[in-house]
């Protein structure tokens, strides 16, 4: 099983650029989560899923988009990327809130 | 949304047992209290969760008094490889109360 896995690794943006971050597990987890680590803090929620066709905003939503059409995917947009959006995005997935399970993450700079 | 606290920083050497506390005094009584470890470079994993009492397992133990304000993680016999940061998080099922603090940045030293 290859777990959660997170396309792309890397990506640098202009501001103003779109792009869509791609989150997928292979655990049949229901719930999914999308997460941004700025340098030397915590992770911050931004968006979750509970189930196919459900989202979700959490503690900073503004700025993003996000999808669950399937229930193995978990798509993350900018619609407009501006520099305070750089940072590292980790996906998650988990069939119990408390014991999620992390992608390698995305490293998003915005130019 | 009840707040947790720790050390920012930690040292230790090889082969010694680490304690790291964290404090949560306006835990609910639905929280239950998780522990992740992260590398550098690396998402975070789940290393152990509890209510109460104590919890073991094959990485390490979680320490809860009767009160549940605070709560220890016991890492025994630590190595190299032990050195990341380490969060202590609350959460009851409510999904946006799964809240990541700045965590513990442990270092091990030969």
């Known amino acids: 099983n290859a777990g959660v896995t997170q396309t792309p690794k890397f990506r640098v943006l202009k501001t103003g650029q779109s792009m869509t971050l791609l989150c997928a597990q292979d655990?049949?987890?229901?719930?999914m989560y999308w997460y941004r680590q700025d340098p030397g803090m915590g992770l911050r929620l931004i968006h979750y899923?509970?189930?196919?066709?459900?989202?979700a905003k959490g503690e900073v939503p503004d700025g993003y988009n996000v999808s669950r059409l399937k229930k193995q995917n978990f798509l993350l947009g900018l619609e407009s990327a501006a520099p305070s959006q750089t940072s590292v995005y980790f996906c998650?997935?988990?069939?119990?809130?408390?014991?999620?399970?992390f992608g390698p993450g995305t490293r998003l700079t915005v130019l | 949304l009840a707040k947790t606290t720790q050390p920012i920083s930690m040292d230790s050497y090889e082969g010694q047992e680490v304690n790291i506390t964290c404090s949560h005094n306006?835990?609910?009584?639905?929280?239950?209290i998780t522990w992740y470890q992260q590398f550098p470079s690396q998402g975070p994993r789940f290393i152990i969760q509890?209510?109460?009492t104590k919890v073991t397992n094959e990485v390490a133990s979680l320490f809860i008094p009767a009160d549940r304000k605070s709560s220890t993680l016991s890492l025994p016999r630590v190595s190299l490889s032990d050195t990341a940061v380490y969060y202590c998080?609350?959460?009851?099922?409510?999904?946006?109360?799964?809240?990541f603090g700045a965590g513990t940045r442990l270092a091990v030293h030969p």
């Open positions: 306006n835990i609910a009584t639905n929280d239950y």
């Open positions: 899923s509970v189930g196919e066709g459900t989202t």
């Open positions: 655990m049949n987890h229901e719930y």
């Open positions: 998650a997935s988990s069939q119990t809130v408390t014991e999620q399970f």
């Open positions: 998080l609350l959460g009851d099922g409510g999904y946006n109360k799964l809240i």
């Open positions: 509890g209510y109460k």
